[in-house]
């Protein structure tokens, strides 16, 4: 069997497919009861957009102003939404440690519990909300 050029796809090309198929695709193939919550996970990109304004992308930043980690998390949320059962301040988390809690504090809170950063980021205000 033969392979012209005019078959092959570019590997660049299906890499950006597949992306956005893990993407799109929670958005559009009903999930179980019980996984739902999946479909609204925030693409990595964003938390590092907010992590940026809000911590300078550190992930460990500990500045003293009573927030901590990459998003600035103050502690009594990062308990509330689960965090301790990773570390006990988010400056002592993993990234994806940070952002698996990030996306339990959006579920109670929406975006609005990073006012400033989520609004300079575009997640909220002025009708271009991003998520």
Known sequence: ?????????????VALVLALALVLLPAVVP?????ARAASTVADMIWDELAECESGGDWRAATGNGYFGGLQIWPP??????????ADRPDRASRRQQTTVAEEILHLQGWEAWPACA?????????????
């Open 31 to 35: 999930l179980p009861a019980g996984r």
């Open 119 to 131: 609004r300079e980021i575009g997640m909220i205000g002025g009708g271009s909300d991003r998520g």
């Open 77 to 86: 949320t990062w308990e509330e939404a689960g965090g301790l059962r990773f």
């Open 1 to 13: 069997m033969r392979s012209s050029a005019a078959g092959v796809v570019p590997a660049p090309l």
